[in-house]
């Protein structure tokens, strides 16, 4: 008996297309990358050896040992998507810039730039970080660390100060930083914790923390419950009580 045959459709085969902004980009381009997702990228090699320290060493092994295939005519298989290629690129061409809006797209590109050695989009994009500190300080600070930025991480772990690290949302963008930064941070906030408190406790800083009565005619003892609801409601949640700029220092 003859086994039936398979009903699974065969999935078509699909070239790689050139990516739209590089079809004409590079008149002299005798390089093509090619991205994860199928999209090619022409480009000149002297463009490459030039901005990446990883192409420019690549380039100097070589290419056409005696007996084999051109191997430089080749397209080259990257393991980066079209959109983190074609904004790179754009950035080391001088083509133009992409929006750095996405904390997700910036911390992609840096690491994908120090991938392949390639100084000016890692100085751009350290520019461009403390625009993110207001809305994601915490990845902002995972970044810095990462690339040892010290200005950049002081910045962020100061402004993480008015945030709850383990409220759910904040807990999904610490995924995002290394162990050992998230034990500093974690141990910055407690530090400021405890010596908020106790200032908070010093009669010497806030008289509300004095035994005595109240001025007046009336020499009532002084109902101190406010205060000490307050100091618990700090103690409790105190990113609530913390404006940026009172809670600056360093990790």
């Given at each position: ?12 085969v699909v070239s790689p297309t050139v990516h739209p ?38 380039f100097t092994i070589p290419q056409n040992p005696a ?78 660390c990462r690339m040892s930025w010290e200005a950049e ?99």
């Amino acid at each position: 008996m003859e086994p039936a045959a398979s009903t699974d459709a065969i999935a078509p085969v699909v070239s790689p297309t050139v990516h739209p902004l590089f079809q004409d980009l590079f008149p002299n381009a005798d390089v093509t990358l090619l991205s994860n997702d199928g999209f090619l990228f022409p480009i000149a090699s002297e463009t490459l050896a030039r901005v990446s320290g990883w192409f420019r060493t690549m380039f100097t092994i070589p290419q056409n040992p005696a007996g084999s295939p051109n191997t430089l005519n080749e397209p080259i298989a990257m393991s980066e998507s079209a959109d983190i290629l074609a904004d790179l690129l754009s950035i080391v061409s001088g083509t133009s810039l992409p929006q750095f809006h996405d904390v997700d797209l910036v911390e992609t590109l840096l690491f994908t730039a120090e991938k392949y050695d390639m100084p000016l989009p890692i100085a751009i994009l350290r520019l461009v970080l403390p625009s993110l500190m207001k809305t994601h300080p915490i990845r902002v600070y995972g970044i810095a660390c990462r690339m040892s930025w010290e200005a950049e991480a002081q910045e962020a772990a100061a402004r993480t100060l008015a945030v709850n690290l383990l409220c759910p949302q904040n807990l999904l963008e610490l995924r995002h930083v290394e162990t050992s930064y998230v034990v500093k941070l974690l141990s910055l906030h407690e530090r400021r914790r405890i010596q908020v408190n106790e200032e908070l406790d010093s009669a010497g800083t806030f008289s509300a923390n004095t035994d005595g009565f109240c001025g007046g005619l009336c020499g009532a003892p002084c109902n101190r419950t406010s205060w000490a609801v307050f100091k618990l409601a700090w103690n409790r949640e105190p990113w609530r009580f913390l404006a940026f700029e009172d809670s600056l220092g360093r990790i």
